[in-house]
């Protein structure tokens, strides 16, 4: 029951923060009501914090930053949309995409003469890690230097795409690893691990616990 996982942290002092996630690579944020969203987060304080298309929500409140995630989320508006119509998680769908097709193994059998044929399709809709704590991470920025703590597989690939992304000498990130939920590949780990450090880097001296909420998870983490 001791403290294990990356969400257990719970820093002095630290503030919690939700995302508001760009629906599409092409889509592009055009209105947020800013006001609107602090009147439903409960929270006249609460911080928000641009980088192009990602925003957050910060707040000492972890239940009113997801409050204010949930409001934009419903309310913001995007032009750039992708044509989505849901049909894409149906198999006849996928079979119709282009695709490159090889015969690997014996020869077709000669099946002229049976008294019968079967034929069947088999299909699986798609699945998820769906881990039991959704992805986190906690990062603080000195000034100076830039402190993130991940549930990631790789904190030395981490520490280089933070510091790319953000501008940083690479020898000013430091990345820590702690436990989190497992998963069978590649989860949401590094992704939210960076988002805190884009909070982090707005917010100097703060500490950032930030942490995807579990629609976030099942839309966004690379399975």
């Not at 990356?6 to 800013?34: F, I, K, N, S, Y």
């Not at 690893?177 to 780990?189: D, V």
């Not at 909070?199 to 983490?221: D, H, I, K, N, S």
């Amino acid at each position: 029951g001791a403290e294990s996982y990356l969400h257990d942290m719970h820093l002095t002092g630290a503030v919690h923060a939700r995302t508001l996630r760009q629906p599409g690579p092409t889509a592009v944020l055009q209105a947020l009501d800013e006001a609107a969203v602090r009147r439903a987060s409960g929270d006249p304080d609460l911080r928000i914090v641009r980088r192009a298309n990602f925003v957050a929500f910060v707040s000492t409140s972890e239940r009113k930053a997801e409050a204010a995630a949930v409001y934009a989320e419903a309310n913001a508006k995007w032009s750039g949309l992708r044509d989505y119509r849901g049909n894409e998680q149906e198999g006849s769908w996928l079979v119709g995409r282009p695709a490159e097709l090889r015969e690997i193994g014996a020869p077709t059998a000669d099946i002229s003469g049976a008294a019968a044929m079967v034929e069947a399709t088999y299909t699986r809709p798609y699945i998820a890690h769906a881990s039991m704590g959704p992805s986190a991470g906690v990062a603080l920025y000195d000034g100076e230097t830039m402190t993130v703590w991940s549930h990631g597989q790789g904190m030395h690939p981490l520490r280089v795409n933070v510091a790319d992304v953000l501008g940083l000498d690479r020898d000013k990130v430091i990345c820590h690893h702690r436990h989190g939920p497992g998963c069978y590949g590649h989860n949401g780990s590094d992704d939210a691990a960076l988002d805190a450090a884009i909070v982090a880097l707005a917010l100097p001296r703060e500490t950032v616990r930030l942490q995807w909420r579990r629609e976030e998870e099942f839309a966004y983490e690379p399975v």
